[in-house]
């Protein structure tokens, strides 16, 4: 499998000038928060900047993360000295829980792996009775990216651009090919929306006396435009459940 400490410096970087990815790393946690409440046992599959820890680390009795990267792990745990859950070093298609999930989040992770339909067919198993699973990965069909297409800035929806390169994505997805993925893993959607609807480039929003509140409305706007969206956020349960 890929040494995926050998990738982890994009993750151990300084997160403060990533502005959209702050963003959106603090809103889809309180929307998934405002759908489950408070809940048993949940996990994440990875760490990343460690933005959503703390949002979902007080949504569960027992919270738990797997992260391939030991390297991210030791960052986090140092920055972290507050935290109290179980971080478990291991390879997303390999790691078996002790235990079942009421809720399992994967956040912007199925972009990255080699075979996203296998990932979510076996977590399946780790769910609790009635448990559910959250999906966010980015969005192919965004509207900054249908303007690129358009402008000849890319030269198909789906293709991959130096920053996905540099963060080891390996597709894109639209809200059509997710649930394609998801459905053939076993699951039935029970929510689809929109993460930020980005209209105009960030560095003309930059230039926007009342930038911040611009930003929270293309997020609380973007909820119910997942088309359009920069990223996408999907509930699952079983197909069976």
Same mark, same amino acid.
């Not at 990965?137 to 929806?157: F, Q, Y």
């Not at 689809?192 to 509140?213: N, Q, R, S, W």
């Given at each position: ?9 994009? +993750? ?15 809103? +889809? ?18 760490? %990343? /900047? %460690? ?8 949504? &569960?009795? /027992? ?11 030791? /960052?986090?745990?140092?920055?972290? $000295? ?12 390999? +790691?078996? $829980? ?59 929806? +789906?293709?991959?651009?130096? &920053?996905? /390169? ?76």
């Amino acid at each position: 499998m890929e040494n995926l400490d050998a990738v982890a410096d994009k +993750y151990l970087a300084d997160p403060s000038v990533e502005i959209e990815n702050d963003l959106i790393m603090n809103w +889809y946690p309180k929307r998934i928060g405002d759908r489950v409440g408070h809940v048993g046992a949940l996990l994440e599959l990875g760490l %990343g /900047h %460690g933005y959503t820890v703390p949002y979902f680390a007080r949504m &569960t009795d /027992h919270h738990e993360v797997v992260e391939g990267s030991q390297r991210v792990i030791d /960052h986090f745990r140092s920055k972290n $000295p507050w935290y109290k859950g179980r971080l478990v070093q291991d390879y997303f298609e390999t +790691y078996t $829980p002790d235990r079942r999930f009421d809720v399992i989040v994967m956040g912007f992770v199925l972009e990255h792996v080699e075979d996203p339909r296998a990932i979510l067919e076996r977590y399946r198993s780790f769910l609790a009775p009635g448990g559910r699973i959250f999906v966010a990965v980015p969005n192919a069909k965004s509207l900054n990216r249908r303007l690129g297409l358009e402008m000849g800035m890319i030269g198909d929806i +789906y293709d991959l651009n130096a &920053t996905d /390169h540099l963060l080891g994505h390996k597709r894109n997805y639209c809200r059509d090919t997710l649930r394609a993925d998801v459905e053939a893993a076993g699951y039935r959607t029970t929510l689809e929306e929109g993460i930020y609807l980005k209209p105009l480039p960030l560095g003309v929003l930059k230039t926007l006396d009342d930038m911040e509140a611009n930003l929270q409305a293309m997020l609380k706007v973007g909820v119910d435009f997942p088309d359009l969206c920069v990223a996408l956020l999907f509930e699952l349960e079983a197909a069976g459940g």
